[in-house]
């Protein structure tokens, strides 16, 4: 086999060469050579080009039925066998018209996704690369291109010559915008800078997937303008299902893959080399985080071990490893961008984040829920369909009295059952279907949070930080402007959020005689509690790089539990 370079790949060369390629795709670093969609424009890439893209999974259609393989016959009878795979359009010369009723022809169907760029990917953590200065080649002149769906209509030879002309528009010229499409096309749940959409085909049969996972794609891009206008102009302008399912090329390509895989999101591979001393990048991150808690270094732990946590464990409606916080008692006065400044910080070190400014008229006017729209056949993405492991902010501190709408209430309890539940109720009209979720949610509020919080952690602020707090600035630079102390905090959160932990039987006897204490101090307190606890507990080790928990750090947890529960009395008081 003639080696030929990724970048240079055809889906003709791929089929021939099937086993090879795929074995070659398993490289990492043969893979980066591929061009990617997420940082390259589409008017930089050509038609039939192998690229790659990392995005979620917003939406899944039907399956597309197409011809795997079809027979065309030539004006001198002369007959050829072609592929209809990773490609939308039927392949015909001038010459040739295609065997409809030929018993070589197979049909087959592919799973079709719509994936966009992953919400709330922060900056440092999309991958850079310069646009790769490719000059748009034309695809080879075909007389008849035609879509491989089995429409007879669609496949017929006889089409009129100025239609056929119509379709074949000029590559060149494909980044048009269509005035009749609907608004907010693309769907994202949230705004996405530079954000990017595709329609995936996916031909492994046992591909398994979900929605809002992340994954990444390698295919064939197709950019041919005649995807789009293949449908009867009279259909494009009424059938809305058709117009959403059918947007031009320009806006949303199509992607054939070839390998689609779940991603683990791996960081930027800016420092593969670096492996973090645990210790004092937790100490460094620790201290970072007290100034910006005006001096708190209790809240700074229990914000760590926030940042470290994942769900591990479901059961019913038991959800452990969920460990929302509401951070309150901070001066908003004084010190009215305190909101912002934490959220700043943590877009540096977490890969994804949204910042929600909770109000009035945001809970009742917003789209929280994703929704099916019965005449588009599409989900319409809500706010809070985002992949797991995005941070969400939740800055209360503009929220003023009033009454919820019926929306509103239907949004406050959609932020609830994600807050209590790690799931999100999606609205398909007639029923609904619970998705679950893993986002970690921080919420910001002078008092406590009229969301169900459990955890809350008023600040005890240091009068010496408050007084210096608007030099917090330069404290910041030192801790962030060093990009190796921070790629060591991004690679310090990664790794331990994946340690395997568990916890010895031989601290459980303690376990049970401390929640009694516990009890003793605080008569609300019941089995919920113990199941934070011990979440707490697990994730303070965690952030120690424990992989058990050992009699002194519950101790530990136990005392900084008491003395978080203490000002909450206080504050209640």
Same mark, same amino acid.
């Not at 591929?34 to 990392?54: C, E, K, M």
């Not at 058709?242 to 683990?264: E, F």
């Given at each position: 086999?003639?080696?030929?370079? $990724?970048?240079?790949?055809?889906?003709?060369?791929?089929?021939?060469?099937?086993?090879? /390629?795929?074995?070659?795709?398993?490289?990492?670093?043969?893979?980066?050579?591929?061009?990617?969609?997420?940082?390259?424009?589409?008017?930089?890439?050509? %038609?039939?080009?192998?690229?790659? *893209?990392?995005?979620?999974?917003?939406?899944?259609?039907?399956?597309?039925?197409?011809?795997?393989?079809?027979?065309?016959?030539?004006?001198?009878?002369?007959?050829?066998?072609?592929?209809?795979?990773?490609?939308?359009?039927?392949?015909?010369?001038?010459?040739?018209?295609?065997?409809?009723?030929?018993?070589?022809?197979?049909?087959?169907?592919?799973?079709?996704?719509?994936?966009?760029?992953?919400?709330?990917?922060?900056?440092?953590?999309?991958?850079?690369?310069?646009?790769?200065?490719?000059?748009?080649?034309?695809?080879?002149?075909?007389?008849?291109?035609?879509?491989?769906?089995?429409?007879?209509?669609?496949? %017929?030879?006889?089409?009129?010559?100025?239609?056929?002309?119509?379709?074949?528009?000029?590559?060149?010229?494909?980044?048009?915008?269509?005035?009749?499409?609907?608004?907010?096309?693309?769907?994202?749940?949230? =705004?996405?800078?530079?954000?990017?959409?595709?329609?995936?085909?996916?031909?492994?049969?046992?591909?398994?997937?979900?929605?809002?996972?992340?994954?990444?794609?390698?295919?064939?891009?197709?950019?041919?303008?005649? $995807?789009?206008?293949? /449908?009867?102009?009279?259909?494009?302008?009424?059938?809305?299902?058709?117009?959403?399912?059918?947007? =031009?090329?320009?806006?949303?390509?199509?992607?054939?893959?070839?390998?689609?895989?779940?991603?683990?999101? %791996?960081?930027?591979?800016?420092?593969?080399?670096?492996?973090?001393?645990?210790?004092?990048?937790?100490?460094?991150?620790?201290?970072?985080?007290?100034?910006?808690?005006?001096?708190?270094?209790?809240?700074?732990?229990?914000?760590?071990?926030?940042?470290?946590?994942?769900?591990?464990?479901?059961?019913?409606?038991?959800?452990?490893?969920?460990?929302?916080?509401?951070?309150?008692?901070?001066?908003?006065?004084?010190? =009215?961008?305190?909101?912002?400044?934490?959220?700043? $910080?943590?877009?540096?070190?977490?890969?994804?984040?949204?910042?929600?400014?909770?109000?009035? %008229?945001?809970?009742?006017?917003?789209?929280?829920?994703?929704?099916?729209?019965?005449?588009?056949?599409?989900?319409?993405?809500?706010?809070?369909?985002?992949?797991?492991?995005?941070?969400? $902010?939740?800055?209360?501190?503009?929220?003023?009295?009033?009454?919820?709408?019926?929306?509103?209430?239907?949004?406050?309890?959609?932020?609830?059952?994600?807050?209590?539940?790690?799931?999100?109720?999606?609205?398909?009209?007639?029923?609904?279907?619970?998705?679950?979720?893993?986002?970690?949610?921080?919420?910001?509020?002078?008092?406590?949070? *009229?969301? =169900?919080?459990?955890?809350?952690?008023?600040?005890?602020?240091?009068?010496?930080?408050?007084?210096?707090?608007?030099?917090?600035?330069?404290?910041?630079?030192?801790?962030?402007?060093?990009?190796?102390?921070?790629?060591?905090?991004?690679?310090?959160?990664?790794?331990?959020?994946?340690?395997?932990?568990?916890?010895?039987?031989?601290?459980?006897?303690?376990?049970?005689?401390?929640?009694?204490?516990?009890?003793?101090?605080?008569?609300?307190?019941?089995?919920?509690?113990?199941?934070?606890?011990?979440?707490?507990?697990?994730?303070?080790?965690?952030?120690?790089?424990?992989?058990?928990?050992?009699?002194?750090?519950?101790?530990?947890?136990?005392?900084?539990?008491?003395?978080?529960?203490?000002?909450?009395?206080?504050?209640?008081?």
């Amino acid at each position: 086999m003639n080696v030929v370079s $990724v970048t240079d790949w055809t889906c003709e060369y791929f089929l021939n060469n099937r086993a090879s /390629c795929k074995i070659f795709l398993e490289n990492v670093e043969e893979v980066r050579e591929i061009p990617s969609i997420n940082s390259t424009a589409l008017h930089n890439l050509r %038609d039939g080009q192998l690229v790659r *893209f990392r995005g979620m999974i917003q939406d899944m259609y039907n399956p597309e039925f197409y011809f795997e393989r079809y027979e065309v016959i030539d004006r001198n009878g002369g007959k050829i066998i072609r592929s209809g795979m990773y490609r939308d359009t039927a392949l015909c010369q001038e010459n040739e018209s295609i065997l409809l009723e030929s018993e070589n022809n197979k049909n087959a169907e592919r799973q079709t996704f719509v994936v966009i760029s992953v919400p709330g990917l922060n900056d440092w953590a999309r991958e850079k690369s310069p646009d790769l200065k490719l000059t748009l080649e034309k695809s080879p002149r075909l007389s008849m291109k035609r879509p491989l769906e089995e429409d007879e209509e669609a496949m %017929d030879t006889t089409e009129p010559a100025k239609k056929r002309e119509k379709e074949e528009i000029n590559l060149n010229g494909m980044e048009r915008r269509d005035k009749s499409l609907p608004e907010n096309l693309l769907n994202f749940p949230i =705004p996405i800078e530079g954000g990017r959409a595709c329609i995936v085909k996916v031909y492994e049969e046992d591909a398994a997937f979900k929605l809002n996972q992340v994954v990444d794609v390698i295919g064939f891009i197709s950019l041919d303008p005649t $995807v789009h206008t293949v /449908c009867d102009p009279e259909e494009l302008e009424y059938d809305a299902e058709i117009r959403t399912h059918n947007p =031009p090329t320009s806006l949303i390509p199509r992607l054939h893959a070839v390998a689609i895989t779940h991603s683990i999101e %791996d960081l930027p591979r800016r420092y593969p080399h670096i492996t973090p001393n645990i210790g004092s990048t937790r100490s460094n991150l620790h201290k970072m985080f007290s100034h910006v808690l005006f001096g708190d270094d209790l809240a700074a732990d229990f914000l760590i071990a926030h940042l470290l946590s994942t769900v591990y464990l479901r059961r019913n409606d038991l959800c452990l490893g969920n460990y929302p916080l509401n951070i309150t008692n901070f001066p908003i006065e004084k010190f =009215p961008d305190f909101p912002r400044i934490l959220y700043d $910080v943590l877009k540096k070190i977490v890969p994804k984040s949204h910042y929600f400014e909770c109000t009035l %008229d945001s809970l009742n006017n917003g789209c929280f829920v994703p929704k099916k729209d019965y005449e588009s056949n599409r989900l319409t993405s809500g706010a809070l369909q985002l992949s797991n492991n995005t941070h969400l $902010v939740i800055d209360e501190t503009k929220l003023t009295a009033g009454k919820l709408s019926v929306e509103g209430r239907k949004n406050y309890q959609a932020i609830d059952n994600l807050l209590t539940l790690q799931k999100v109720t999606y609205d398909f009209k007639f029923y609904t279907m619970e998705h679950e979720a893993d986002i970690p949610i921080l919420i910001l509020s002078e008092t406590k949070s *009229f969301l =169900p919080c459990t955890v809350q952690v008023p600040l005890s602020i240091d009068k010496d930080v408050e007084n210096g707090y608007s030099k917090v600035d330069q404290i910041l630079t030192l801790h962030l402007g060093d990009e190796n102390r921070v790629e060591d905090v991004r690679q310090y959160l990664r790794k331990l959020q994946r340690l395997v932990f568990q916890i010895d039987e031989e601290i459980t006897s303690a376990i049970q005689e401390d929640f009694v204490e516990l009890r003793k101090l605080d008569d609300k307190i019941n089995g919920d509690n113990l199941h934070l606890l011990i979440v707490l507990a697990r994730l303070m080790a965690i952030s120690h790089g424990e992989t058990s928990l050992t009699l002194p750090r519950w101790k530990d947890t136990v005392r900084k539990e008491i003395q978080r529960l203490g000002r909450v009395r206080q504050r209640t008081k």
